[in-house]
């Protein structure tokens, strides 16, 4: 007998061009009047903020803006917004912009309505009250934040990512317009992508897929294999943006439902120790955990290299296997991504003090190996 299932996903989604423009209806449905907007300083100084302000204001809401969101988002960030929301007594929450934004929005939803600090919530399903109403507003390609249970925020006492998996985090509304994505940089839309593929790979060979994730995570591969080197070559091709967009969503609802693996067991300790970007350092791990994992699922790494464009034809199931990792590493160089953790400052010193905390990442539950302590630091150093 089959295990039991669960998907969760948002109640509505909205893709395709222009769709960033049904936000005043959407808010209007979720019966606020004062919303949040939590950003970065990036999208205002794009002036994505302002337009969205505009949006919201031409449709007579009153919107707050805090976009005082860092990279790797901290638990001193989650405080800061959500004294922002209490003392403008606002009443929901827009995040605007990629992973980063989204997660602190959900964490400062967590504390606006359950109360404590954020590091009360780190592990799976330990939040009590939901979120006030939540319109999530994707640009980047990649985190697949804007509709998934998980929220991942630095502790600062330990600089150790906490992952926060609960359902009733997941935002009411995701909303991906690619128009909101051409201005993001190569290197940005490398590495999101990256994540994305990571995303895709790792819920298709976890211990927790099933039909549902791996048909989502499969048509992911295939389109970030056919569009993200399109979309880092040209970001005005806006057709390889949607496509993008849409890749990510799919490996967002795979990763959601399925969970990960070692590659962000592992990659959260860089990021939160080196507060180093996300996409960069799961592209760099990818291929060095796909290697280790390999045998726990030869036929599913072959599937992997036909939905990224390889022919197998005539290959035993090793083989073909490989090639998907081969294939791996080669729209990764392709796409610009470094070659190494070394080049990004990871010191071999810190191997063992990020092994210890990988251990206990909730992602690496579902991993299809089960790898000890020294196997992860072999991983690390091969990375490097």
């Given at each position: ?11 509505v ?15 209007k ?14 999208m ?11 949006l ?56 606006v ?58 935002p009411?509304?995701?909303?991906n ?22 995303h ?185």
């Amino acid at each position: 007998m089959s295990a039991i299932a669960s998907f969760f996903m948002p109640v509505v989604s909205l893709l395709g061009e222009g769709c960033v423009k049904e936000l005043p209806d959407r808010v209007k449905s979720l019966k606020a009047t004062k919303p949040l907007l939590i950003t970065d300083k990036g999208m205002t100084a794009l002036g994505y903020s302002q337009k969205i302000v505009q949006l919201l204001e031409d449709a007579g809401f009153n919107c707050v803006v805090f976009d005082e969101t860092v990279p790797n988002p901290t638990d001193e960030n989650v405080v800061a917004g959500a004294k922002v929301y209490q003392d403008n007594h606002c009443d929901m929450l827009i995040s605007l912009g990629g992973g980063s934004a989204h997660d602190c929005c959900k964490a400062v939803g967590i504390i606006v309505t359950n109360g404590g600090v954020i590091s009360d919530y780190e592990g799976l399903d330990q939040v009590v009250q939901a979120l006030p109403p939540y319109v999530a507003i994707n640009t980047t390609a990649g985190t697949a934040s804007e509709m998934t249970r998980f929220t991942i925020i630095t502790n600062t006492s330990n600089h150790v990512k906490m992952a926060i998996v609960d359902w009733r985090v997941t935002p009411d509304v995701a909303i991906n317009d690619p128009v909101l994505m051409i201005d993001m940089p190569p290197a940005l839309t490398a590495a999101t992508g990256m994540d994305a593929l990571t995303h895709a790979v790792e819920a298709y060979v976890s211990t927790a897929a099933n039909p549902i994730t791996d048909a989502c995570a499969l048509q992911a591969i295939q389109l970030i294999g056919t569009n993200l080197r399109k979309a880092v070559a040209r970001g005005d091709d806006l057709e390889a943006r949607d496509a993008m967009a849409y890749a990510q969503y799919l490996a967002g609802m795979a990763f959601n439902n399925a969970s990960l693996g070692y590659v962000h067991a592992m990659s959260h300790q860089l990021g939160g120790m080196y507060n180093l970007p996300h996409g960069v350092c799961n592209a760099l791990l990818l291929p060095h955990v796909c290697e280790v994992n390999m045998i726990a699922r030869l036929e599913r790494f072959a599937d992997i290299a036909v939905a990224l464009g390889e022919n197998i034809e005539g290959l035993s199931m090793r083989d073909a296997a490989k090639l998907a990792i081969k294939s791996i590493r080669a729209l990764s160089k392709d796409v610009g991504i470094p070659k190494n953790l070394t080049e990004l400052g990871v010191k071999k010193k810190d191997i063992e003090e990020m092994v210890k905390n990988a251990q206990k990442d909730v992602c690496a539950l579902t991993n299809p190996r089960k790898l000890t302590d020294e196997e992860v630091a072999a991983v690390y150093r091969s990375a490097l």
